[in-house]
């Protein structure tokens, strides 16, 4: 069955750096682009990063841009999130997507369970 688990979180201070994984099986990983989300107590889930299929092409929310490094390795069906010069505004639960839209148009979309960065002195 579809999977996608993620690690790498935990508690940094501020000015610190975290690298989340997340490793995907049971669907084609190749065909998907793979994207980080997070959500902070209270707050709605944002987009952090996304990358394309093939790796070519990267986008970052504003807040992260400079920061974060989002990059992927289809050999190893897994989805990297480099974490750099973190702010305790970057606390939240971090979560990889995989989505691909059909040919018919239909949207497959997957979640992972997520892993907590907490960013605090």
């Known amino acids: 069955q579809v999977q996608l688990v993620e690690s790498g979180g935990g508690l940094v201070q501020p000015g610190g750096s975290l690298k989340l994984s997340c490793a995907a099986s049971g669907f084609t990983f190749s065909n998907y682009a793979m994207s980080w989300y997070r959500q902070a107590p209270g707050k709605e889930r944002e987009l952090v990063a996304t990358i394309t299929n093939s790796g070519g092409s990267t986008n970052y929310a504003n807040p992260v841009k400079g920061r974060f490094t989002i990059s992927r390795d289809n050999t190893k069906n897994t989805v990297y999130l480099g974490m750099n010069s973190l702010k305790p505004e970057d606390t939240a639960v971090y979560s990889c997507?995989?989505?691909?839209?059909?040919?018919?148009?239909?949207?497959?979309?997957?979640w992972g369970q997520g892993t907590q960065v907490t960013v605090s002195s």
């Open positions: 997507n995989a989505q691909r839209t059909t040919i018919w148009g239909e949207i497959n979309s997957f």
